[in-house]
């Protein structure tokens, strides 16, 4: 025990005299007492001697416990391998492909791709004009030319024109009147196409079917680009 240490070390220390033994022992000290009975033997102790005893004290340093070592510091986390960066992908979006609506003279309804209205090669007098004399050459100033039969079969006018009707024999090209729909508009006539093209399926032919599914695979692919859905 510390107190047993204390009495020992205090054996080889010369010791006060009683009055000091009585005073108030200072913060941080302790009193050890050292005491003779009557026999002549003797005690230490850390109380007063028992009555009829010769005492002598002594004010000592209290005993500290040793401090308490500090805990070693926590070494900072080692930063792991860094992720690489993703590469940037660039997407190009193609703009949304239009679609037109053209009304034919009779006042029917169709979709177009290209907005061109059908161009188509009439003879005048459909118009409602009146032959007037006969020209004496096939093409020139004044008089209509005939179409040109294009490499894919489709008749065009010649050289990409449109010539007005002329009096005098011939013919000229007309064309339907086009206006280009809505985007959202374009999606909606996408979709309706597609549910006819499935209702129609179930009842055409084998040849047929084939001619549907491609068709089908075209406006899913562009409702997919264009419309952002299927």
Same mark, same amino acid.
């Given at each position: *025990?510390?107190i047993a240490a204390l009495l020992l070390t =205090?054996?080889?220390?010369?010791?006060?005299?009683?009055?000091? %033994?009585?005073?108030?022992?200072?913060?941080? $000290?302790?009193?050890?007492?050292?005491? $003779?009975?009557? &026999?002549?033997?003797?005690?230490?102790?850390?109380?007063?001697?028992?009555?009829?005893?010769?005492?002598?004290? /002594?004010?000592?340093?209290?005993?500290?416990? %040793? #401090?308490?070592?500090?805990?070693?510091?926590?070494? !900072?986390?080692?930063?792991?391998?860094?992720?690489?960066?993703? #590469?940037?992908?660039t997407v190009y979006l193609a703009p949304p492909? #239009? *679609?037109?609506?053209?009304? $034919?003279?009779?006042?029917?309804?169709?979709? =177009?791709?290209?907005? %061109? &209205?059908?161009p188509r090669w009439v003879p005048l007098w459909?118009?409602?004009? +009146?032959?007037?004399?006969?020209? $004496? @050459?096939?093409?020139?100033?004044?008089?209509?030319?005939?179409?040109?039969?294009?490499?894919?079969? =489709? *008749? @065009?006018?010649?050289?990409?024109?449109?010539? /007005?009707?002329?009096?005098?024999?011939?013919?000229?090209?007309?064309?339907?009147?086009?206006? *280009?729909?809505? #985007?959202?508009?374009?999606?909606?006539?996408? /979709?309706?196409?597609?549910?006819?093209? +499935?209702? @129609?399926?179930?009842? !055409?032919?084998?040849?047929?079917?084939?001619?549907?599914?491609?068709?089908? +695979?075209?406006?899913?692919?562009?409702?997919?680009?264009?419309?952002?859905? /299927?």
């Open positions: *025990m510390r =205090s054996l080889l220390l010369p010791f006060t005299g009683t009055a000091f %033994a009585q005073a108030k022992p200072a913060s941080g $000290t302790v009193t050890v007492y050292r005491c $003779t009975d009557a &026999g002549g033997k003797q005690s230490l102790r850390d109380t007063p001697c028992p009555k009829g005893q010769q005492q002598q004290a /002594r004010e000592m340093l209290r005993p500290q416990d %040793a #401090p308490k070592p500090k805990p070693a510091p926590v070494p !900072a986390p080692v930063p792991g391998p860094v992720a690489p960066t993703p #590469p940037v992908r492909r #239009p *679609m037109y609506e053209c009304t $034919t003279p009779d006042g029917d309804r169709y979709t =177009s791709e290209d907005g %061109a &209205g059908n459909t118009l409602g004009y +009146r032959a007037v004399g006969r020209p $004496t @050459r096939s093409s020139g100033s004044g008089i209509a030319q005939p179409p040109l039969q294009q490499p894919n079969g =489709s *008749m @065009r006018p010649p050289h990409g024109g449109i010539h /007005r009707p002329v009096i005098g024999g011939g013919g000229t090209w007309i064309r339907d009147q086009c206006a *280009m729909l809505p #985007p959202r508009e374009t999606c909606a006539r996408l /979709r309706d196409r597609r549910d006819a093209i +499935r209702t @129609r399926f179930f009842n !055409a032919q084998e040849k047929e079917r084939d001619s549907l599914r491609i068709e089908e +695979r075209g406006i899913n692919a562009r409702l997919h680009d264009d419309c952002g859905s /299927r």
